[in-house]
């Protein structure tokens, strides 16, 4: 299931990010993601563990409970 889709393209967008810049800021923190992954993610095609909720916020630079 993924409900945080929307909020991390939020996020992500209210930063000035795209997603290619956003996918960079992954890969720095060790998470070795695609845009197209990301992508998905984003427009709730894919699933997100617990884990890669983590690692988003984490990116992303704010708490977990702002992508719920």
Known sequence: MNIVGEKVKVHRESFGWTQEQ?????????????????????????????????LLARALKINVELLF
Request: proline fraction near 0%.
């Open 22 to 54: 956003f996918v960079a800021k992954c890969n720095l923190i060790g998470w070795n993601i695609s845009r197209s992954t990301l992508a998905k993610i984003e427009s709730k095609v894919r699933r997100v563990t617990d884990i890669e909720v983590q």
